[in-house]
Each structure stands twice: as structure tokens, then as C-alpha cells.
């Protein structure tokens, strides 16, 4: 018997074309979009080497270690910096006002270097802190110089000019800036598994269609039809999750990361979290079908709000310092908290936070649910 109502349920709710545009179309044009907003967007993060010229005059001449760190910094490798030419003043000035270089270094009698611009813009303060740290760097040397000339002879001036990074990048992966809307829109396809599990509903309740009424009015038991629905709603919102995942990754070549197992094992909780909340809705109260999926689009939409779906990456972390507890329990946040984590963290601590979490959440509403049908009944059908 369970088998056959399974069956005709899946049936059933693969014919519902709103149903499945929700959980199915809609996802997947909501990543194109994504897609072709965020494609490139790591692109205009990247540092490029920025075009200067040098007045290649006397005092650059005679300035030894200014020449030594402007062709440090404009070596061919990975971490060049400037693509520099070496002019007369007036030829520098050219090459500005033609906006071939963002802006030239001019020497003076006093040695200081003075920079050259056209505009303001993230390449010429570049430039600028260059010259501040050149600068300061000099004076400071000047000044131990003058008072203990020893420190050429002893050491100190190397130890001076050393640079050591104290930080170790034990990262597995580059991070993407756009990787976090990806994330939530996962989040998301699993929560409109909320709309799955009221149209299960819908067909069990008298109030809600003459279908739910009939089912109400037959011999089988009505918890049996029910989990033969949900299960059935489960399993089409699994499917249309992994269908959204290999679209993300092999059409886009979305990277979500390489730990296959806990990510699947999230998006299921994931996909039981929407499928109770749409059960929970459903039976909670006796208002039409019209008014608790606005109530579920509502909440889903919210959810995706607070997680930074709809805007900038600084929404979410706005909500969750200001509101850590609506942070917490925010199905979406959840879920794509832990997804980042797999994909960010070389442990699993966040993760397994995040999947206690979201189980708890589906176990509360699933107990909720069982409740209120245990409650329910109807004077009249």
C-alpha cells in the first residue's frame, strides 16, 4: 500500500507545473543570473601592473636605492608591480596628459621624490605608498646614520631593510567573492522544498481542496498518505538539488569545493529543513493555500535577505554581528554558513555546527507538525 501511494503520489507532483518551476526552473535561472552578473567580478579584484615613468634625471642617478627598488619592483615575475620607462620631465608629462602611464616619479635637489598624476584612483595611491615607505625608510636610515655610523659595518642595517611575513596562508583554495550568492541560492532551492510539503499537505486537508476532503473520508491511514507524500516531495527536491549543483559546476564552473560527502550530507538536512517548514505551515493553520505560500515565499525570501542573497556581502555580516540570534536560527544563514565553511576552512567544526543546527530546526517542525495533525479535525467535510 505505502509503495503505491508513493508512487502515484510522485506522479501527481510532477505534474504540478507551479510547483516544480519554484523548485526546479526557478533556481536554476536565478544562478544564470548570478552567473552573468558575478562571472568576472574576481577579474576586477586582480592586481595589475601599473604604468609609470621615471624622470631620468641627475638626482635619480645619484639616488642608489630609489633605482634599486623601482627595478625590484618592475622585474617580469608574479609579483611585479610597475611597468616602468625611463623619460625626460617633459616626456613624462606627454605620456600623462596622453594617459598612457598613471602617473610619473620626479626628483628634486633634496632628493625627496615627488609623484606626478592626472587623477586620483586606487593605481596612484599604490604609487604613493610606494614613495611614503621609500621616504620613511630613507629618513630613518639618514638619521641612524648620522648618529652611529656603525650600523654599516655591524648588521643592523640589513636587519633594518629585511622583510619576513609572520602570516602563513594554509588556505586549501583561492576564495571567489561571488562564491557566497551561490551558496545561499542552494540554501534557498533547499528551503522552497517548503512548497513541496504544503502541496503534500494541501491534498490532506478537508479545508483545502475537495481531493483533501476524499483522503480525509477514506479507510487509509492519513499519517501513511502523508509521509508517502513528503517522501515522495523529498526526493524530487534531492534530485532538482543535484541538478542544480552540476549545472553550477560543470556549465559555470561554479567551485564549491572538494569534500563531496559532508555537502551532500547538508544539502539532505538541507532539503528536510524546507520540506518540514512547508508541512509546518501547512498544517498550522486553516487559512487558504493562496495566503501560506505568501507566507512561505515570505519567509524564504527574508531568510535570503539576512544572508546577503539580495545585496552586498556586508548585509549578512551586518545581521549577524548586530543580530547573532536571528543569525543562528536563520534556516538560510545556516546552511550557507556551513557550505562556506567546507569550502573555506580546513576543518569541519563550523560545519558540524551548522548541521546540528539545521537538524534541530527540521526536528522542531517536524514535532510541531505531528502535532497539530494529531490535533486537527473538522465538524463537518
Not at 182 to 196: D, N, Q
Amino acid at each position: 500500500m505505502f509503495k503505491h501511494l508513493f508512487i502515484n503520489k510522485m506522479k501527481i507532483l510532477l505534474k504540478n507545473k507551479t510547483m516544480l518551476f519554484w523548485s526546479l526552473i526557478f533556481p536554476f535561472i536565478l544562478g544564470t543570473f548570478f552567473q552573468l552578473a558575478l562571472g568576472n567580478v574576481d577579474e576586477s579584484f586582480e592586481m595589475k601592473v601599473i604604468p609609470i615613468a621615471i624622470v631620468d634625471n641627475q638626482y635619480y642617478q645619484e639616488d642608489k636605492i630609489l633605482k634599486e627598488v623601482i627595478s625590484g619592483l618592475s622585474k617580469e615575475n608574479e609579483n611585479q608591480l610597475f611597468d616602468t620607462v625611463y623619460v625626460s620631465e617633459s616626456e613624462a608629462q606627454k605620456l600623462l596628459d596622453d594617459e598612457k602611464i598613471d602617473g610619473y616619479i620626479l626628483l628634486n635637489e633634496d632628493n625627496s621624490p615627488q609623484m606626478m598624476v592626472k587623477t586620483n584612483g586606487i593605481n596612484q595611491t599604490i604609487i604613493k605608498s610606494v614613495l611614503d615607505e621609500y621616504y620613511q625608510m630613507s629618513s630613518a636610515t639618514t638619521q641612524m646614520i648620522t648618529y652611529n655610523p656603525e650600523i654599516l659595518y655591524n648588521g643592523i642595517l640589513e636587519t633594518i631593510y629585511e622583510e619576513k611575513s609572520y602570516i602563513i596562508d594554509d588556505s586549501k583554495e583561492n576564495i571567489d567573492f561571488s562564491i557566497n550568492y551561490f551558496f545561499t541560492l542552494i540554501a534557498m532551492t533547499c528551503l522552497y522544498g517548503s512548497l513541496i510539503g504544503l502541496e503534500v499537505i494541501k491534498d490532506c486537508e478537508a479545508n483545502l481542496s475537495k481531493k483533501g476532503a476524499r483522503m480525509c473520508m477514506s479507510p487509509v491511514n492519513k499519517f501513511k498518505i502523508i509521509l508517502a507524500g513528503l517522501l515522495a516531495g523529498y526526493i524530487i527536491q534531492l534530485v532538482s538539488l543535484t541538478l542544480l549543483f552540476l549545472y553550477l559546476i560543470f556549465v559555470f564552473n561554479i567551485n564549491l569545493g572538494n569534500q563531496i560527502l559532508p555537502t551532500v550530507g547538508l544539502a539532505m538536512i538541507g532539503c528536510l529543513a524546507g520540506t518540514s517548514l512547508g508541512t509546518f505551515v501547512g498544517v498550522a493553520n486553516r487559512k487558504s493555500e493562496g495566503f501560506k505560500i505568501g507566507i512561505l515565499i515570505s519567509i524564504t525570501m527574508t531568510c535570503c535577505f539576512l544572508s546577503g542573497m539580495m545585496g552586498v556581502i556586508n548585509i549578512k555580516v551586518f545581521f549577524d554581528e548586530t543580530f547573532p540570534l536571528l543569525a543562528k536560527i536563520n534556516p538560510i544563514n545556516i546552511i550557507t554558513d556551513g557550505l562556506y565553511s567546507i569550502f573555506a576552512y580546513d576543518t569541519l567544526d563550523v560545519y558540524y555546527n551548522c548541521l546540528i543546527r539545521i537538524s534541530i530546526f527540521s526536528l522542531i517542525l517536524i514535532i510541531l507538525s505531528f502535532v497539530f495533525i494529531r490535533r486537527k479535525k473538522y465538524d463537518s467535510i
